[in-house]
Structures are given as structure tokens and as C-alpha cells.
């Protein structure tokens, strides 16, 4: 779908984007391929599109052969969409809010894909909910703000490291990740825009207790991050539990969160569960 397409759709149902659902559509055809390329769409695949607009990647996923499921919050968009896609069986359209219906709902997504161009107002949150949900994707292939990009992909010890790192590393292995121009998308955003790719580990860290203990304990220890992580986590678990994890997984008593490993922190989810 061209720039121009998108216009006179926008134009002839008096539609005005708002910034409050994030509505910024990519157009730009090399982008789109680019993003389901990322996904590795193959014929007869099940794949979730959060947020499809007027539907240009749609037309790519659908193009593909993939069976797609299209969740989007804006009524408005609802009826272009239906008379759009309306001769393809390979698109279940609902007019739904995501997050909510992730939040509320419990589906079995493990064998399914995510690609979408997420809604900047709740793409970090539907990310969330998608990995740590009971069956989660096998692949996930979003474009996000660059920002929320570089929080996920980061490594300990660097700014961007915190909570939606480790929530979604959990689960997840960051494969790929390229830039998007803002010239590619209507309006363009004030923000730089960036696609990247999870891949679903293929087998599970933790047990569906320590994983629970986990997300705990990884809100907790960076609920202020520049206090000692272990002051932090005395809220939940006693001091001479703790002072044994610290011995046992030989981690710094003066430690802050962001000096953690993802790694160390498995371990201590662990060790803290059993």
C-alpha cells in the first residue's frame, strides 16, 4: 500500500490519526518485506498482527500464504480493512484492544508468529504479556522505538539494562534487529523506529515456580536501582536466605541491580525457589 493510498483512505473517511494509540503507518514496501523476511513467513503459518492500520503488511503476511489473525483497536479502521481484505479467507480480522484481550485471555500462541508494527503507546506491555504468557510465540518480529529496541537487546551493566530486558530475555534470544526511517511511516515520527526479531528459546530455563520467582525478583531489584540489590529483595525473602544466595552463586554483597547477569539472575531465581 502506497503513501498516496494511505492518504486517500485517511482523506475520504475523514479519519485523523491520534497520537494517544500510536498511530504511525509504515508504507514503505521495502521495509515491509523486510519485516516479514525477519519473520520467515512461510505458506500456511499462523501469525498474530497487532495493530495492522489500513493493512500494508497484512497484504505482505497474506501474500505469503500465511493464515493471519489481525487484532485492531480503532473501530474507524475496521470497515477499509474488511472491504480491503474482504476476499481472503487467510485473515481473521477483530476489532479488539490487545493488550486487554492478551491480559484477559488464555491462548496457546507456541505455534504461532508474531510480525507487526506495533502501536508505540503499548508496544513494550504487549511484548511482555507475549513472552511471559503460559505458551508463547516461537518467533516475534516487531517494530518498536529504537529505544525500547536497545532496552531489550541490551547488555547488564549499560543504561538501557532493566526489567524489560530480562522479562522478555526470559523466554526469548534477540536474533536481528535493523532500522527503519522515519520517512517511512505516515505521519512521521518524532522518534527513531527500529525492527527486531526474537526467537523463542527452544527449551525452558526455569520451572513454571522459579519463573514466578523470577519476575519478582527482577521488578524488585530494580524498583530503585541504585540501592544494593540485596537490601531490595529483604522485602520478600529473609536476610540469611539471601546472604546463603549470595555465597552460593559468589555474587558482590555491595551488587546493584544492573551489575546482574541475566544469567545470574536464572540462578538466583533458582536457588531462591528451592
Same mark, same amino acid.
Given at each position: 500500500?502506497? /503513501?498516496? &493510498?494511505?492518504?486517500? +483512505? *485517511?482523506? @475520504?473517511? #475523514?479519519?485523523? $490519526? =491520534?497520537?494517544?494509540?500510536?498511530?504511525?503507518?509504515?508504507?514503505?514496501?521495502?521495509?515491509?518485506?523486510?519485516?516479514?523476511?525477519?519473520?520467515?513467513?512461510?505458506?500456511?503459518?499462523?501469525?498474530?498482527?497487532?495493530?495492522?492500520?489500513?493493512?500494508?503488511?497484512?497484504?505482505?503476511?497474506?501474500?505469503?500464504?500465511?493464515?493471519?489473525?489481525?487484532?485492531?483497536?480503532?473501530?474507524? /479502521?475496521? &470497515?477499509?480493512?474488511? +472491504? *480491503?481484505? @474482504?476476499? #481472503?479467507?487467510? $485473515? =481473521?480480522?477483530?476489532?479488539?484492544?490487545?493488550?486487554?484481550?492478551?491480559?484477559?485471555?488464555?491462548?496457546?500462541?507456541?505455534?504461532?508468529?508474531?510480525?507487526?508494527?506495533?502501536?508505540?503507546?503499548?508496544?513494550?506491555?504487549?511484548?511482555?504479556?507475549?513472552?511471559?504468557?503460559?505458551?508463547?510465540?516461537?518467533?516475534?518480529?516487531?517494530?518498536?522505538?529504537?529505544?525500547?529496541?536497545?532496552?531489550?537487546?541490551?547488555?547488564?551493566?549499560?543504561?538501557?539494562?532493566?526489567?524489560?530486558?530480562?522479562?522478555?530475555?526470559?523466554?526469548?534470544?534477540?536474533?536481528?534487529?535493523?532500522?527503519?526511517?522515519?520517512?517511512?511511516?505516515?505521519?512521521?515520527?518524532?522518534?527513531?523506529?527500529?525492527?527486531?526479531?526474537?526467537?523463542?528459546?527452544?527449551?525452558?530455563?526455569?520451572?513454571?515456580?522459579?519463573?514466578?520467582?523470577?519476575?519478582?525478583?527482577?521488578?524488585?531489584?530494580?524498583?530503585?536501582?541504585?540501592?544494593?540489590?540485596?537490601?531490595?529483595?529483604?522485602?520478600?525473602?529473609?536476610?540469611?536466605?539471601?546472604?546463603?544466595?549470595?555465597?552460593?552463586?559468589?555474587?558482590?554483597?555491595?551488587?546493584?541491580?544492573?551489575?546482574?547477569?541475566?544469567?545470574?539472575?536464572?540462578?538466583?531465581?533458582?536457588?531462591?525457589?528451592?
Amino acid at each position: 500500500m502506497t /503513501l498516496t &493510498e494511505i492518504k486517500q +483512505i *485517511l482523506r @475520504e473517511r #475523514n479519519i485523523r $490519526l =491520534t497520537k494517544s494509540l500510536g498511530q504511525n503507518f509504515l508504507h514503505d514496501q521495502n521495509q515491509i518485506k523486510r519485516i516479514a523476511d525477519a519473520a520467515e513467513i512461510q505458506p500456511g503459518e499462523k501469525v498474530l498482527e497487532i495493530g495492522p492500520g489500513l493493512g500494508p503488511l497484512t497484504r505482505e503476511l497474506l501474500a505469503r500464504k500465511a493464515q493471519v489473525r489481525a487484532l485492531e483497536i480503532d473501530q474507524r /479502521l475496521i &470497515e477499509p480493512l474488511t +472491504i *480491503l481484505f @474482504e476476499t #481472503n479467507p487467510n $485473515l =481473521t480480522l477483530e476489532h479488539v484492544d490487545a493488550l486487554r484481550f492478551l491480559k484477559k485471555e488464555t491462548f496457546d500462541w507456541s505455534d504461532w508468529k508474531l510480525a507487526a508494527n506495533l502501536p508505540y503507546s503499548v508496544a513494550s506491555p504487549v511484548l511482555v504479556e507475549l513472552a511471559l504468557s503460559k505458551h508463547p510465540p516461537r518467533r516475534m518480529t516487531a517494530t518498536l522505538q529504537s529505544e525500547v529496541v536497545d532496552r531489550i537487546t541490551s547488555a547488564h551493566n549499560t543504561k538501557s539494562y532493566g526489567v524489560l530486558t530480562l522479562l522478555i530475555k526470559a523466554h526469548f534470544e534477540s536474533i536481528d534487529r535493523f532500522r527503519i526511517p522515519a520517512t517511512c511511516f505516515f505521519p512521521e515520527p518524532d522518534i527513531e523506529s527500529s525492527c527486531v526479531t526474537l526467537a523463542r528459546r527452544p527449551k525452558a530455563l526455569l520451572t513454571d515456580e522459579a519463573m514466578i520467582t523470577y519476575v519478582s525478583l527482577v521488578k524488585l531489584a530494580f524498583s530503585q536501582r541504585r540501592k544494593i540489590v540485596w537490601k531490595l529483595l529483604r522485602q520478600r525473602w529473609k536476610p540469611e536466605q539471601l546472604e546463603q544466595a549470595q555465597k552460593q552463586l559468589n555474587l558482590d554483597p555491595m551488587v546493584r541491580a544492573q551489575a546482574i547477569t541475566f544469567e545470574q539472575f536464572v540462578s538466583l531465581a533458582d536457588f531462591l525457589t528451592h
